[in-house]
């Protein structure tokens, strides 16, 4: 029960990543340090994202 709820917060964690990779994205500035930001937050959120949702799929309920 615990990785299910350690990959929910992963992904929740990596859909604000990607949201703002998208944001900055948009309506971001110019200039070298906007580029790093979409980067960072855009290979964080893709990397947490995909690991919640791996913890997701492959942690199997136990019956009680």
Same mark, same amino acid.
């Given at each position: ?7 929910? %917060?992963?992904? %929740? ?16 500035? $110019? ?15 893709a990397? /947490? /994202? =995909? =690991?919640?949702?791996?913890?997701? $799929?492959?942690?199997?309920?136990? =019956?009680?």
């Amino acid at each position: 029960m615990e990785k299910r709820v350690l990959g929910i %917060i992963l992904s %929740i964690l990596g859909i604000i990543g990607l949201i703002l990779a998208g944001y900055n994205f948009m309506n971001g500035g $110019q200039g070298t340090r906007n580029i790093k930001e979409i980067i960072l937050y855009g290979v964080l959120g893709a990397i /947490f /994202f =995909a =690991a919640g949702i791996g913890l997701i $799929q492959n942690t199997r309920d136990k =019956a009680t």
